[in-house]
């Protein structure tokens, strides 16, 4: 069974994220986070991976392939991997269910700009 994440958790989170409700698994980057950064997410040390553009969500807990993926406390759509704790939530891992399919499978095919906020 993974961790309980708790009040105090959700308070020993980096400023530099934006914890929109209560109920939320994700947090949204207030600025851009460099790849190799480390941030305080729920009270544990985590390096970012890859660069997070401002406005690009991080995962607050572990999340598993399949879930909803949660902001404003609300289901924003569904992991189509595992998630870790820390990790950039983007359309490289999530799907929306309720954009169609053909909106997102142009933005992973690499129109517009990268998984990670940056413009090509």
Do not use: C, F, W
Not at 53 to 62: I, N
Not at 72 to 92: F, K, M, N, Q
């Amino acid at each position: 069974m993974g961790r309980i994440e708790t009040v105090t958790d959700r308070l020993q989170t980096d400023n530099r994220l934006l914890i929109l409700s209560p109920k939320d698994n994700v947090a949204v980057a207030r600025e851009a986070i460099s790849a190799g950064e480390t941030l305080l997410v729920s009270g544990i040390e985590v390096v970012a991976a890859v660069r997070i553009g401002m406005g690009h969500k991080v995962a607050l807990q572990p999340i598993p392939e399949g879930a909803k993926v949660l902001k404003y406390g609300v289901p924003i759509g569904s992991t189509t991997a595992a998630i870790a704790i820390g990790d950039h939530v983007h359309l490289h891992n999530i799907k929306s269910d309720y954009t169609p399919t053909h909106s997102l499978d142009a933005a992973r095919a690499g129109h517009g700009q990268g998984s990670n906020g940056e413009d090509r």
